[in-house]
C-alpha cells in the first residue's frame, strides 16, 4: 500500500478510490497539521489499530473546523445504530467526514453485556508532575497484580495514562465498574496524598483521579492509536511497562512522530494482551475481604 501524494488514498479491501476533500486543510494550528496528515496516518497503522476497534462500537470526536473550533462527541449513525467499523475503508471515510479521535466501548458487538476489559484512566488533577504520573501507572499496576490481574499501559496522547486489564467475558459492565470502584477507593483509602477517588477538578488537586467511571455500560475510551483532537496532536499508544520511565507526558508520541516509532518498535508491547485470559474472581475475593 502506498501513500501518494494526490488527494486519493486507496484503502483495502475493496480497493475503494475515496476521495479526500480539503486535504491540505490545517486542522491543527499548533503542530500545522494537514487533513490528508491525519488520512495517511491512520492508513499507516491499520495494522495496529484494526484490532483495537474489531467489533467494538465506537464514538467518534469529530472536529469539522480543526481542534480549535467546536468538537462533536458522536456515538451512533442514522438514528439509535451504534457504530461499529470493519476495515479500513470505513475508518478513513470517517477521517473524511472530520473525525479525529475514535473511542470504543469496553465490549464487543456479539457480546455486548460482556466487557472484555477494564480501564483504568489515570486523570492528573491540577499541579499533578507527569512523575507521579508515571508513579501513579506504577502503583495501580501493583495493586492490581496482588488482585491476580495482569494490565496494559498506553498513554492517552492528552494529559495522563491508561492501563488497561483484559478480562474473559463473564462479569457485566455493573459488576467491571463496582470492581474497579472498588480498586479506585483501596488505592485512594491506602494513598491519599496521591489518589482521589471522586470525579472533579476540586477533588482532585495534587492528586491523580483514577477514573473507573470509563467501566459502565457505553462508555468509552479514546482507543488505542487514536488520535487526539487536542493541539499538537498527540496519540494513544500502547508501551512496554519497562518504557514507563521513560514517558514525557500522556502526549510523548503525537500525530508527527508515532508512525515512526513504530517502525523501530521490536516487539508489540501489547502482544501477550490478545491471548490473556483472565477473570475477576480472585480480586473481588481479596477486596471483599477488605471490609
Ligand atoms: P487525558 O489523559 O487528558 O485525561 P483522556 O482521553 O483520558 O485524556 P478524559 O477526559 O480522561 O480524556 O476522558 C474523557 C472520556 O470521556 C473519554 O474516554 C470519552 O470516551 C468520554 N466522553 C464521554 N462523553 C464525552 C464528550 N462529550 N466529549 C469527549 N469525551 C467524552
Ligand atoms: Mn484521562
Ligand atoms: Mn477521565
Redesign the pocket.
Known amino acids: 500500500k502506498t501513500a501518494g501524494t494526490s488527494s486519493r488514498t486507496s484503502s483495502s479491501p475493496a480497493n475503494s478510490q475515496l476521495r479526500i476533500t480539503h486535504p491540505d486543510r490545517v486542522i491543527d494550528e499548533a503542530s500545522g497539521a494537514t487533513k490528508i496528515q491525519l488520512v495517511r496516518y491512520y492508513e499507516s497503522v491499520s495494522e495496529w489499530l484494526l484490532p483495537h476497534l474489531d467489533q467494538r462500537p465506537l ?1 467518534l ?1 469529530r472536529a469539522p473546523d480543526g481542534v480549535g473550533g467546536q ?1 462533536f ?1 458522536q456515538k451512533h449513525v442514522e438514528g439509535d445504530d451504534l457504530i461499529v467499523v470493519r476495515n479500513m475503508a470505513q475508518v478513513l471515510e470517517f477521517t473524511q467526514l472530520n473525525t479525529v479521535e475514535f ?1 470504543t466501548w469496553n465490549s464487543r458487538a456479539d457480546k455486548l453485556d460482556k466487557p472484555d476489559r477494564i480501564v483504568f ?3 492528573p488533577g491540577e499541579g499533578v508532575s507527569f512523575a507521579q504520573v508515571r508513579e501513579g501507572a506504577q502503583l495501580v499496576r501493583a495493586l492490581l497484580e496482588e488482585l491476580q490481574l495482569k494490565a496494559w499501559l498506553k498513554t ?7 492501563v488497561v486489564v483484559p478480562l474473559t467475558r463473564r462479569a457485566d459492565h455493573d459488576a467491571c465498574k463496582a470492581f474497579s470502584h472498588a480498586v479506585v477507593d483501596h488505592l485512594a483509602a491506602t494513598l491519599p496524598k496521591r489518589f482521589s477517588a471522586k470525579s472533579g477538578p476540586r477533588n482532585r488537586v495534587g492528586k491523580i483521579f483514577v ?1 473507573y467511571l ?1 467501566n459502565g455500560e457505553g ?4 482507543a488505542a492509536f487514536s488520535v ?1 483532537a487536542r493541539p499538537g496532536m498527540g496519540v ?1 499508544m500502547p508501551v512496554d511497562w519497562d518504557q514507563l520511565p521513560d514517558l514525557k507526558g ?1 502526549d510523548h508520541w503525537t500525530l508527527r512522530d508515532a508512525r515512526d516509532h513504530l517502525s523501530f518498535v521490536k516487539r508489540d508491547p501489547w502482544a501477550d494482551y490478545w491471548t490473556c485470559r483472565q477473570t475477576l474472581t480472585a480480586g473481588l475475593r481479596m477486596l471483599q475481604a477488605e471490609d
Not at 492517552?156 to 491508561?162: M, Q
Not at 462508555?219 to 479514546?222: L, R, S, V
Open positions: 464514538a470526536v468538537l462527541f473511542h484512566d489515570l486523570d492517552s496522547g492528552g494529559k495522563g495514562l491508561h477514573d470509563r462508555q468509552t475510551t479514546a487526539r494513544s500522556g
